[in-house]
């Protein structure tokens, strides 16, 4: 594929997909979880294909169930409210896990589950292949669902009274907070693609000096400060337009810290592949690679911002 077609192909998917994507994150709610269980199952199973390479035979099937039972567990809060409040309109009244017992029961059932079914499994190293399976839930399905408690803190985890001057928000005031939630995972998404597109053309038209040639061989220096830069005006420029609840120091350190580790996850990611000696994740977006190619800065960075916005900006 040439570069012109290359580059029309990119296009043409983000044409598409910005704005699907986009769409679903100020729905949020169901329609957010049912965004990123999608996208952190394709994922984990080109995750899997890359472990592949290297003499693992993961168990994928239990591996992304296990995946869609994590991401279940972000929105869980919410979940339980809609179970519990179905039931007692029929007059039962329901005992149910919290949601730190629900995400620890449901870590240590997919532990005893993939070390008895490799108890019986002749293919590979079971070390390997136990070690493939349960990494591949951590590292991306546990990491995309903290997107989805980021989501989840508009409004049900926002500090009302730090924000308006009463601690009993009327319903205008709710509908505002959860706006703010899908415009700042929003801002997020959009950040870290301004961040890609930056380092990208940037690293093409000024790149000289190598960033990390042992890992990534195209990147530079040069690309990657003008992702750096482009990220923090990303979110800056959200904070101005939409964002009124961040300060602009907060935007400012959002922006820092997508720019930085959002890279990271990027030559991650491309140390994964090239230890597979493979060149993209997958070919399922055209221009772009596989899933995880175009939303490997948002596996790293997702744990990074809910725990900046739930500790420092909300707390």
């Known amino acids: 594929m040439s570069q012109f077609e290359k580059l029309t192909s990119r296009s043409i998917v983000a044409i598409l997909g910005i704005p699907c994507i986009l769409w679903l994150t100020l729905a949020g709610s169901y329609y957010f979880w049912i965004l990123i269980t999608l996208i952190s199952s394709l994922t984990l199973y080109e995750f899997y294909e890359?472990?592949?390479?290297k003499g693992a035979v993961p168990y994928k099937w239990l591996g992304i169930l296990g995946g869609i039972c994590i991401t279940t567990v972000f929105?869980?809060?919410?979940?339980?409210?809609?179970?519990?409040?179905?039931?007692?309109?029929h007059g039962i009244h329901l005992a149910m896990f919290s949601l730190h017992q629900l995400f620890t029961v449901t870590v240590i059932v997919l532990l005893l589950i993939t070390l008895i079914i490799e108890l019986f499994r002749q293919q590979g190293s079971p070390i390997l292949n136990v070690t493939a399976t349960l990494g591949g839930m951590m590292i991306v399905s546990l990491s995309f669902g903290t997107l989805i408690f980021t989501r989840e803190l508009f409004p049900s985890g926002f500090p009302v009274y730090k924000f308006f001057s009463t601690a009993f928000p009327s319903d205008e005031q709710l509908l505002q907070i959860d706006r703010w939630g899908g415009y700042t995972v929003a801002a997020v998404f959009v950040s870290i693609w301004m961040c890609d597109t930056a380092a990208y053309f940037g690293g093409s038209r000024f790149g000289k000096h190598k960033l990390f040639e042992r890992v990534s061989p195209k990147k530079s220096w040069e690309g990657?400060?003008?992702?750096?830069?482009?990220?923090?005006?990303?979110?800056?420029s959200a904070k101005a337009l939409f964002l009124e609840y961040l300060s602009t120091i907060h935007a400012v350190i959002l922006g820092v810290l997508i720019g930085i580790f959002g890279q990271i996850g990027d030559l991650?990611?491309?140390?994964?592949?090239?230890?597979?000696?493979?060149?993209?994740?997958?070919?399922?977006?055209?221009?772009?690679?596989?899933?995880y190619d175009r939303f490997d800065s948002l596996v790293f960075i997702s744990p990074i911002v809910y725990l900046y916005i739930d500790f420092i900006v909300l707390s």
Do not use: C, N
């Not at 929105?75 to 309109?89: G, H």
């Open 50 to 53: 890359l472990t592949e390479q």
């Open 75 to 89: 929105i869980y809060e919410r979940l339980q409210l809609d179970i519990y409040k179905y039931f007692a309109d």
């Open 224 to 236: 990657a400060l003008l992702g750096f830069i482009f990220a923090v005006i990303t979110m800056v």
């Open 268 to 291: 991650i990611e491309s140390r994964f592949k090239r230890d597979a000696g493979v060149k993209d994740s997958s070919s399922l977006l055209p221009g772009h690679g596989g899933v």
